[in-house]
């Protein structure tokens, strides 16, 4: 069963604007999603028409396979929507907002006391509950949008830049978050201009740009495609001049830390030899990050020019 279906799906705004060109788009149940795309080009459009926000000009949305035109009310319980602005009024106190939301799906009062206290606790906010949210920080607005978007235990989960203005602390434990209730069975789609967010959450990507879908597939396969890719080496010793290595750039970031970049048909165990030769002994490797928006950018920047052409 697809989380989400969308089917040749257009809008044209007052004055001929077209916000969709007729998009087409699978996203697989338990999956976490990414949606991308410049600004304008079509990811609010999108997520509007999905949560009904929006009225599409013509085709087909379905979640969990209902029909949003057919049996809206359903569809909608479905779904929970974490968006780029404050949805709440900001004089509630923070308990009362999510457990009145909780009874908007129609949750018992247990059942909404409940889900409420479980969300606000793994949010961290179980201790404001009592506070107005007008005097929270924008972070733990951000929580407190989650936890209402949660507290129905939707199968669809659909976050809107959920991490833009927050601090890295709390965007690293929000990842964190995520990545727990996606294994336990939420689909969740993501829009972000946070890259790197995409590239460690998100197993699958579809990038828009114009109103039209210009890339579809896996995030393993999407960064396949980069003809060069750098890695971050940590020793265990500091160096202090670098190995005379000529096929490959290399740059010591500190003495700890080198990040040698291989083109495609250059290979990895050579770097690992000539480290050995150097006496140069490693302690953790990993991939750089902002690999995915090197691919973005030269993606768009094609759309761009056969637009242009």
């Known amino acids: 069963m697809k989380a989400l279906s969308i089917s040749n799906l257009k809008k044209e705004y007052?004055?001929?604007?077209?916000?969709?060109?007729?998009?087409?788009?699978e996203v697989e149940k338990g999956d976490f999603f990414a949606l991308l795309g410049p600004n304008g080009a079509g990811k609010s459009t999108t997520i509007g028409v999905i949560s009904s926000l929006v009225t599409k000009s013509s085709g087909q949305v379905?979640?969990?396979?209902?029909?949003?035109?057919?049996?809206?009310?359903?569809?909608k319980k479905k779904l929970g929507v974490v968006g780029q602005e404050v949805n709440f009024n900001q004089f509630e106190k923070v308990g009362d907002i999510i457990r009145n939301q909780a009874g908007y799906y129609g949750l018992s009062f247990k059942e909404s006391r409940d889900n409420a206290k479980y969300y606000m606790k793994k949010l961290d906010i179980w201790d404001k509950r009592n506070e107005q949210a007008r005097k929270l920080s924008g972070g733990m607005k951000r929580r407190v949008m989650v936890a209402?978007?949660?507290?129905?235990?939707?199968?669809?989960?659909?976050?809107d830049e959920p991490t833009a203005g927050v601090d890295i602390e709390l965007r690293r434990s929000l990842w964190d978050f995520l990545t727990e209730i996606n294994e336990k069975g939420t689909t969740i789609i993501l829009t972000t201009h946070y890259l790197e967010e995409a590239e460690r959450l998100c197993r699958n990507i579809a990038i828009i740009d114009s109103g039209e879908i210009v890339e579809n597939t896996s995030m393993q396969e999407l960064l396949t495609r980069l003809e060069v890719?750098?890695?971050?080496?940590d020793l265990t010793k500091p160096l202090h001049?670098?190995?005379?290595?000529?096929?490959?750039?290399?740059?010591?970031?500190?003495?700890?830390?080198?990040?040698?970049?291989?083109?495609?048909?250059?290979?990895?165990?050579?770097?690992?030899?000539?480290?050995?030769?150097?006496?140069?002994?490693?302690?953790?490797?990993?991939?750089?990050?902002?690999?995915?928006?090197?691919?973005f950018l030269g993606l768009v920047e094609s759309n761009l020019k056969a637009e242009s052409a």
Not at 14 to 25: E, H, T, V
Not at 148 to 159: E, R, S, T, Y
């Open 14 to 25: 007052a004055g001929g604007l077209q916000a969709l060109k007729g998009i087409d788009l």
């Open 62 to 75: 379905k979640i969990l396979d209902i029909d949003i035109d057919e049996n809206h009310s359903l569809a």
């Open 148 to 159: 209402k978007a949660l507290v129905n235990n939707p199968d669809l989960l659909i976050l």
């Open 229 to 233: 890719e750098t890695f971050v080496f």
């Open 241 to 295: 001049q670098l190995p005379d290595i000529r096929d490959f750039e290399i740059q010591l970031e500190n003495p700890t830390r080198l990040k040698v970049t291989l083109k495609k048909e250059q290979d990895l165990n050579s770097v690992f030899e000539i480290f050995s030769n150097s006496n140069i002994e490693i302690s953790s490797m990993r991939n750089e990050t902002g690999r995915l928006e090197e691919l």
